[in-house]
């Protein structure tokens, strides 16, 4: 799994072939104040059909995992 935290919540990078690349994308606002994109700078890579993906407060999401 590839992602980031920002202020307590996962994004997660995941494969998405259903629009252009920043559509729907969580950190897009982010990425419309910098000239590169994010994607390709945390993952190292940027796809045409992967995005971030809110997943929510980590804490949330790792107790989503145990259960």
Do not use: W, Y
């Amino acid at each position: 799994m590839n992602g980031i935290i920002i202020n307590d919540e996962l994004h997660e990078l995941v494969s998405l072939r259903t629009s252009p690349p920043c559509d729907n994308c969580s950190l897009q606002e982010n990425c419309d104040k910098t000239d590169f994109f994010l994607c390709t700078v945390i993952a190292g890579r940027h796809k045409s059909d992967e995005r971030f993906v809110k997943r929510g407060k980590v804490k949330e999401f790792i107790e989503k995992l145990n259960s």
